[in-house]
């Protein structure tokens, strides 16, 4: 089974950075394909960022250029680096991992941490 335990959210102003870590514990971590989501209140899940098992890494435009993903196989942790936060980052972050090797996590599909909560104010 897949454990993932996301931790590094809070409470900040608008322009101010965070930094979300995932800690897995999962023996085919390196092997996985890792994502984050976010969910608002009201809001679907959506995939704001993935990262194969190769290290490529893909993000959603409303966050390309202010969010970093990255991870890091030795510690079994993956990371989203978040900076010139806006308060419509408001949401609730979950760490994601693939269910299978040949595939990234979608939001039907994917072991899920618990989430953690990130909250912009203006």
């Known amino acids: 089974q897949v454990k993932l335990v996301e931790s590094g959210g809070g409470s900040v102003t608008a322009g101010g950075s965070l930094r979300l870590s995932c800690v897995a514990s999962d023996h085919s971590f390196s092997m996985r394909c890792l994502a984050w989501f976010r969910q608002g209140q009201g809001s679907e899940r959506e995939r704001v960022a993935f990262?194969?098992?190769?290290?490529?890494?893909w993000l959603a435009d409303s966050v390309k250029e202010r969010f970093i993903i990255s991870r890091d196989n030795a510690k079994q942790t993956l990371y989203l680096q978040m900076e010139s936060l806006k308060p419509e980052d408001t949401a609730t972050f979950y760490c994601a991992a693939a269910t299978t090797p040949s595939s990234c996590p979608t939001a039907a599909d994917a072991y899920w941490g618990q989430g953690t909560q990130v909250t912009v104010s203006s």
């Open positions: 990262i194969t098992s190769g290290g490529n890494s």
